[in-house]
T-cell receptor, first 108, second 115 residues
Framework: RKEVEQDPGPFNVPEGATVAFNCTYSNSASQSFFWYRQDCRKEPKLLMSVYSSGNEDGRFTAQLNRASQYISLLIRDSKLSDSATYLCVVNRDDKIIFGKGTRLHILP | NAGVTQTPKFRVLKTGQSMTLLCAQDMNHEYMYWYRQDPGMGLRLIHYSVGEGTTAKGEVPDGYNVSRLKKQNFLLGLESAAPSQTSVYFC??????????????FGPGTRLLVL
């Protein structure tokens, strides 16, 4: 089993809709979690950190479920500019593991 | 602050040629990384460094060497390029806190084509 797994998508979602995707991790010793966004032919950029209590940044909400070993990202009122690949990142000690990403297409 | 910069942005090599990719960061970060990204494979760690003068192997180190002579620079070398090394190379840096990784900041990438 891969240490970090994501549904590759693509998720094709109409503008204005709500979309959510998950990322599962296999190592219960994982310590910190992040969502990165990567636009086509660009570098990954941090979207948000994921805390046990959950966190929200505008239209974006991230949740961590340690018992089931997954993190989630919810995007409300999706915009065309949200079209990108979303990478899940899991840290454990000195090791950083990137998921392969979930592609999201927002349709006009 | 420029953040993380990479040189060159694009390069075409012939099989067997050598080259060095340069990564520079001006954020005084301790940790630096080199990744390659290929379609369907995601980001794969080649080598990384936890401080000046130290380097370590990542997931896919074969065919690459690195050096971290100065804290702000991390060089990735290809001694004898192969077509399998055609990829997009990203450098990143971060500053650990209490042994955990903080946010990684990525450079814009270097697109390498080996013919």
């Amino acid at each position: 089993r891969k240490e970090v797994e994501q549904d590759p998508g693509p998720f094709n979602v109409p503008e204005g809709a709500t979309v959510a995707f998950n990322c599962t991790y296999s190592n219960s010793a994982s310590q910190s979690f992040f969502w990165y966004r990567q636009d086509c032919r660009k570098e990954p950029k941090l979207l948000m950190s994921v805390y046990s209590s959950g966190n929200e940044d505008g239209r974006f909400t991230a949740q961590l479920n340690r018992a089931s070993q997954y993190i989630s990202l919810l995007i409300r009122d999706s915009k065309l500019s949200d079209s990108a690949t979303y990478l899940c990142v899991v840290n454990r000690d000195d090791k950083i593991i990137f998921g392969k990403g979930t592609r999201l297409h927002i349709l006009p | 602050n420029a953040g993380v910069t990479q040189t060159p942005k694009f390069r075409v090599l012939k099989t067997g040629q050598s080259m060095t990719l340069l990564c520079a960061q001006d954020m005084n970060h301790e940790y630096m990384y080199w990744y390659r990204q290929d379609p369907g494979m995601g980001l794969r760690l080649i080598h990384y460094s936890v401080g000046e003068g130290t380097t370590a192997k990542g997931e896919v180190p074969d065919g690459y060497n690195v050096s971290r002579l100065k804290k702000q620079n991390f060089l990735l070398g290809l001694e004898s390029a192969a077509p399998s090394q055609t990829s997009v190379y990203f450098c990143a840096s971060s500053r650990p806190t209490a042994g955990l990784q903080e946010t990684q900041y990525f450079g814009p990438g270097t697109r390498l084509l080996v013919l």
